[in-house]
C-alpha cells in the first residue's frame, strides 16, 4: 500500500510528486508512468529548451492567458505562481531567464536541466518510479484505490494523483469517467490555418508585426504577428486565435474565413480610405506599387496591389476610385479560405479533458471520489503558447500537492 499513487510522469506528476515528499517526507509516493520515457513532453518543449513559464507575477494578468480554467486559475495563482516556480527552481539550483517576449527558459538553454533537477529531486526524495506501467481502471474501496494497469500489475494506494496529460482520444479517460467524472471533449489548441489556394503562397515567409486577424462570422479576433507561410498563415496572433476559438473551430471542422486587417486595428476603415485618397492628391504622379504604407513589406503591398487589379505602372492619380476601394477591401478585410490546420512547430495542448466543475478549486480534489486528486492538462485546462500550460502543471500539482500532503500528516 503506497500513501500516494501519482498517475502519470510528466510535468505534473512530477511536480506534484516532489511536492508532496518536500511537505511531508514520511509519506511513500510511487509514479505510474505507461511509456517507457519519463518527462518527454518536458524534454521536446520549447524546441529542446522548455519555456518553463511566463514572466507575468500578477495573477490576474496570468490567468488571462487561458481560454479553459481562467477564473480557477486566477483563484490558484494567487496562491502559487511564476514567481513561486523560479524561486523553486532556484533553490535547486536551476536558474531560469527571461526572453524579449516574457518566455522564461533554464539558463543552460536546455530542457535536460529541467529533467535532471526533477529526477534528481525525485530520487534523493524517495518517490519511486515505475515506467511501462499504464493504469487502465481504478476501483475505489472505503480507504483506498485498487489500481489495476494494462501489464496486469496491481497496486494499492492511499490517495491518487491523476497527471496523465491531455489525449486526443476520448477512450483515454474512460477509467475516470468510470469512477463518475465528465469529461468534455477533448480537441486540439494551438495550431495554425491552411489555405489550400495558397493566393500568397509566393509570399511565405513575410511577416506584419502588428496585423488583426478575425474569424468571419465571428467575435474572435486577435491582434499582432502574422506570418505567411508556404501552407497558410501562422506567427502569435493566429496562436492565440487557435487557442481562443478552439471549439469553434472544431465544431466548423476547420472550414472558415479568416480577415487579416494588414494596418492593424488602430487603423479605421475610415482612415484607410482618406489616407489612400490623401495619395492620390499629394503623390498623383508615383506608382502605387512602390508607395507601400503602413510599413507593410513592399512584396506583401504589392501583392495587395495585383489582387485589387492595379497595374504595376499605374500612378496614383490613374488609379479608379473603383481601384481604390478593392485595395482598401485587401488591406483591412484581406480573406484567407482556411480548409484545416497544421500543428504549430510541433507544440499543442488539448483543450477539454476532466470537467472542471467536477473538482474542489481549493484542493484538486475530484468532488465525486475522495482522495483522488488532479493536476495538469488531463484538466479541461489550457493557456496560450509562452510556457503558460507548464505554468499550469506547476501550480495545479502545488495545490492538489499541498491538500494531499496536510491529509496525510
Ligand atoms: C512539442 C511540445 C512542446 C511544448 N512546449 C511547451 C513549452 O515550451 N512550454 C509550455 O508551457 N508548454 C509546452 N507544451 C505543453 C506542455 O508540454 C504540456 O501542457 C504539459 O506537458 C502538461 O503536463 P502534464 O503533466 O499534465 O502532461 P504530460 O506532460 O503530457 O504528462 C502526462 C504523462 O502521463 C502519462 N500517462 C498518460 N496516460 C497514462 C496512464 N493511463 N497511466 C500512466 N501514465 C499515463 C503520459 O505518458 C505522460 O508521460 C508543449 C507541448 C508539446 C507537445
Not at 386 to 408: D, H, K, L, P, S
Request: hydrophobic share 40%; aromatic share 10%; proline share 4%.
Amino acid at each position: 500500500m503506497d500513501d500516494v499513487l501519482v498517475i502519470g510522469g510528466g510535468a505534473a506528476g512530477f511536480y506534484g510528486a516532489i511536492q508532496v515528499a518536500e511537505k511531508n517526507p514520511r509519506l511513500n509516493i510511487r509514479i505510474l508512468e505507461k511509456s517507457s520515457k519519463l518527462l518527454s513532453k518536458v524534454r521536446v518543449s520549447g524546441g529542446g529548451r522548455c519555456n518553463v513559464t511566463h514572466h507575468e507575477f500578477q495573477p490576474k494578468m496570468l490567468a488571462s492567458h487561458y481560454p479553459r480554467g481562467e477564473k480557477l486559475l486566477k483563484t490558484l495563482f494567487q496562491r502559487y505562481q511564476a514567481a513561486d516556480v523560479i524561486q523553486w527552481f532556484a533553490r535547486h539550483s536551476v536558474s531560469l531567464k527571461t526572453e524579449d517576449d516574457g518566455r522564461m527558459f533554464p539558463e543552460t538553454d536546455s530542457s535536460q536541466t529541467i529533467i535532471d533537477c526533477f529526477l534528481r529531486v525525485a530520487h534523493k526524495a524517495g518517490v519511486v518510479i515505475e515506467t511501462q506501467t499504464e493504469v487502465i481502471r481504478v476501483e475505489k474501496e472505503e480507504d483506498c484505490f485498487n489500481v489495476l494497469t494494462r501489464e496486469g500489475k496491481k497496486f494499492k494506494a492511499r490517495k491518487l494523483l491523476v497527471c496523465m496529460g491531455g489525449h486526443p482520444q476520448p477512450g483515454a479517460y474512460q477509467w475516470l469517467a468510470d469512477l463518475g467524472h465528465r469529461i468534455i471533449k477533448p480537441i486540439p489548441s494551438l495550431f495554425t490555418f491552411n489555405d489550400p489556394a495558397g493566393t500568397y503562397k509566393h509570399l511565405m515567409g513575410v511577416s506584419v508585426p502588428t496585423a488583426s486577424v478575425k474569424i468571419a462570422g465571428t467575435n474572435f479576433s486577435f491582434s499582432g504577428p502574422v506570418l505567411i507561410t508556404h501552407w497558410g498563415l501562422s506567427g502569435p496572433a493566429i496562436i492565440r486565435l487557435s487557442a481562443w476559438a478552439a471549439e469553434w473551430l472544431a465544431a466548423n471542422n476547420y472550414t472558415f474565413t479568416a480577415l487579416v486587417n494588414w494596418p492593424g486595428i488602430t487603423k479605421t476603415e475610415e482612415r484607410v480610405r482618406e489616407e489612400l485618397l490623401a495619395m492620390k492628391g499629394n503623390r498623383p504622379n508615383l506608382k502605387v506599387v512602390n508607395q507601400a504604407l503602413y510599413g507593410l513589406p513592399v512584396r506583401l503591398w504589392q501583392a495587395l496591389c495585383t489582387e485589387a487589379e492595379i497595374d504595376a505602372d499605374k500612378t496614383w492619380s490613374e488609379t479608379s476610385h473603383k481601384q481604390l476601394n478593392r485595395l482598401l477591401e485587401k488591406l483591412i478585410r484581406c480573406p484567407f479560405s482556411i480548409r484545416g490546420k497544421t500543428t504549430f512547430k510541433e507544440e499543442f495542448v488539448t483543450c477539454g479533458g476532466v470537467d472542471l466543475t467536477m473538482v474542489n478549486p481549493q484542493r484538486m480534489e475530484s468532488t465525486v471520489v475522495k482522495n483522488l486528486f488532479f493536476a495538469g492538462e488531463v484538466l479541461n485546462l489550457d493557456g496560450e503558447t509562452g510556457g503558460f500550460n507548464f505554468q499550469c502543471a506547476w501550480t495545479t500539482a502545488w495545490v492538489a500537492a499541498q491538500a494531499i500532503a496536510e491529509a496525510e500528516k
